[in-house]
């Protein structure tokens, strides 16, 4: 009987077997001490994009990176899947380190400075038109188109380190004074080198007043 090509995927099946036998081979126990828990020390909030593996450039194995990925790395106030994931590294498994992490050349980035209509997809991306927006005159003096979308890659990612500390789910932990950085980093696709933004924030006081939450901390679950 002939397989269905859509049904069957055998290649990444023989893919992922290879893949665990060579781990094995590595460390015979790694996958009996990994399925006991994980412990990882930072949240990953990247874009879907299938050409950045988020364990893979930062040289970490499974269970050493918490990871949530969506177009263009955004983080809105509405998105619970978004704030359900913050929420479950920040309170349950205590990471210490929040990265968002942008790539140049982002598909999404470069959708929302377009003026054409991409379907349901605009919605998401109304929210990099208002970081557009916010920094138009700066964005607007870029030589080039590449040198422009860079360049909102790159404030794309600074504004949403904002987001996640205008949460209330990373104000809460600093107020229980756990220890908790958020970071800005961007990727290369074109070297596959990451790059810092500078822009890290560990507290409270580091952020406008207007955002900030008064009152008790919220105990962690």
């Not at 269905?4 to 460390?27: C, H, M, Q, T, V």
């Not at 004074?177 to 696709?189: D, E, F, P, R, T």
């Amino acid at each position: 009987m002939e397989v269905d090509p859509l049904r069957s995927l055998k290649g990444l099946f023989e893919n992922n077997k290879k893949w665990a036998d060579k781990i094995k081979a590595d460390d015979p126990q790694f996958f009996a001490k990994l399925s006991k828990q994980q412990a990882p020390e930072y949240l990953w909030i990247g874009c879907s994009d299938s050409r950045v593996p988020a364990n893979e450039i930062v040289g970490l194995l499974p269970g050493e990176l918490f990871v949530h990925r969506n177009v263009a790395n955004v983080v809105v106030h509405t998105d619970f899947n978004c704030l359900a994931v913050l929420q479950f590294a920040v309170e349950v498994l205590k990471v210490k380190h929040v990265i968002v992490c942008g790539h140049y050349g982002c598909g999404g980035v470069k959708a929302a400075m377009e003026n054409k209509a991409h379907g349901l997809i605009d919605n998401w991306l109304h929210n990099i038109k208002d970081v557009y927006q916010h920094h138009r005159a700066r964005l607007d003096a870029m030589k080039s188109d590449r040198e422009k979308l860079n360049l909102l890659c790159e404030l794309n990612v600074i504004e949403q380190v904002a987001n996640v500390c205008h949460t209330t789910i990373v104000q809460d932990a600093w107020r229980r004074g756990q220890g908790l950085a958020v970071h800005s980093w961007i990727y290369s696709i074109e070297n596959g080198l990451l790059k810092d933004l500078n822009h890290c924030v560990t507290g409270t006081e580091q952020i406008p007043t207007i955002y900030r939450f008064s009152g008790e901390a919220k105990p962690a679950t």
